[in-house]
């Protein structure tokens, strides 16, 4: 069946950086694009980035651009999300999904990402 396991959260400073990873099984990855998404407390869960099949095609919120990066390894069948210059805001859980561009069909466990000083 179809599985996403999410990995790298943590707690960090503001300023620091977080790589997540997000192994799937199940299916052939390679035909699906995927998407990150999070959850912070008291608020929708909310598409952060999304990356086409072959990587060629990314997107991003307004809220990340320019700090986080989408990648994917598809002979590893993982996505990964690169978090740069992180903010006390982006703590949230942190989803991996299939599917891009939504609406996705499969939501991983998530990984907690906890940033304060």
């Known amino acids: 069946q179809v599985q996403l396991v999410e990995s790298g959260g943590g707690l960090v400073q503001p300023g620091g950086s977080l790589r997540l990873s997000c192994a799937a099984s199940?299916?052939?990855?390679?035909?699906?694009?995927m998407s990150w998404y999070r959850q912070a407390p008291g608020k929708e869960r909310e598409l952060v980035a999304g990356?086409?099949?072959?990587?060629?095609?990314?997107s991003y919120s307004d809220s990340v651009k320019g700090r986080f990066t989408i990648s994917r390894d598809n002979a590893a069948n993982t996505v990964y999300l690169q978090m740069s210059s992180l903010k006390p805001e982006d703590t949230a859980v942190y989803y991996c999904?299939?599917?891009?561009?939504?609406?996705?069909?499969?939501w991983g466990q998530g990984t907690q990402v906890t940033v304060s000083s």
């Open positions: 999904g299939r599917r891009w561009p939504p609406p996705n069909d499969y």
């Open positions: 990356i086409s099949r072959s990587g060629s095609t990314r």
């Open positions: 199940g299916f052939t990855f390679s035909i699906y694009g």
